[in-house]
């Protein structure tokens, strides 16, 4: 079933991760990411919605200020700080003590939010780009999401062997910096440079993953991607019902952290799906 961790925060109470799953609520305050961009990018937007995810359930805030989808323009560190610390202060600023995590690939952000008040960082190129994110993790003690994106992946690699290597390398690089697996959330990257196939054989074998890696925590992140747009041919807008089965299908299958747009939906799937694992709470 499900393995359980304890992550510890510096100014929060520890994330508890096990058979209740956590969920993610994602802020992005972007103009171009692929299906919320400049729904959030001014400051009061933002808050709005930080404060609807909360009131919905979600356990941790996920905030990000570049875009990852393919074709997206990379962004400068200025720019990037411009769209995300302003949203952090009005958030910390609000009283607001949630979880968050900086969803970034650069040093300098990661470094600036954490000392404006986030938690975790949310490093889409999994300890694996700029050495010095590592570093900057080890100097807060925070808890990192190493995600995979390995940009010479075929659509003929075998994805479950594969992304065990790279996860491995991850934890290395992290143990190297005296950080522990114990604080590391594995993330698979859904979608990034992975074939339709692909997607659905590591959703399908995630447990594989989750037992090879027992000392990390892993995170689900399949909300609105294009392997449900794909598979059903719709737009964004239009994926809530698919992202509810592959969170549900990633839960099942040991999955701890499910970062979603749509909170409420996802936290009432995810706990249909621990009521029929485990039994519904007893009164």
């Known amino acids: 079933m499900h393995t359980t961790h304890t992550i510890s925060l510096r100014h929060r109470p520890p994330l508890v991760l096990g058979r209740r799953a956590l969920v993610m609520g994602i802020l992005n305050v972007t103009p171009d990411s692929f299906s919320d961009g400049g729904q959030h990018d001014h400051v009061a937007a933002a808050l709005a919605h930080a404060r609807l995810m909360l ?15 393919p074709g997206s323009e990379p962004v400068s560190v200025q720019e990037e700080l411009d769209r995300i610390m302003p949203v952090i202060d009005a958030i910390r600023a609000d ?52 995600m995979h994106w390995d940009r010479s992946w075929t659509a003929e690699t075998d994805p479950i062997p594969a992304m065990s290597v790279y996860f491995e390398s991850s934890l290395a690089i992290a143990a190297q910096a005296g950080i522990d697996a114990s604080r590391i959330i594995l993330d698979p990257g859904f979608g ?27 995170l689900v992140g399949t909300s609105r991607k294009s392997m449900i747009g794909k598979l059903l041919g719709n737009q964004p807008s239009e994926r809530l019902a698919g992202t509810l089965a592959t969170s549900v299908q990633g839960y099942e299958r040991g999955g701890h952290v499910f970062r979603v747009h749509e909170v409420a939906p996802n936290r009432d799937a995810l706990r249909v799906a621990e009521a029929t694992l485990y039994g519904p709470p007893q009164n």
């Open 55 to 69: 009131a919905e359930g979600a356990d941790i805030l996920d905030i990000g200020g570049e875009s990852t989808r």
């Open 192 to 218: 990034f440079t992975k074939t339709l196939n692909q997607n659905y054989s590591i959703l399908h074998h995630l447990t594989d993953l989750t037992h090879a890696f027992p000392n990390s925590a892993m």
């Open 95 to 146: 009283g607001i003590v949630a979880p968050m995590s900086i969803d970034t690939m650069k040093p300098l952000v990661a470094h600036q939010a954490l000392e404006a008040g986030a938690d975790i960082i949310n490093d889409v190129k999994g300890l694996q780009g700029a050495p010095e994110m590592v570093e900057i993790a080890a100097l807060f003690d925070a808890p990192v999401i190493a």
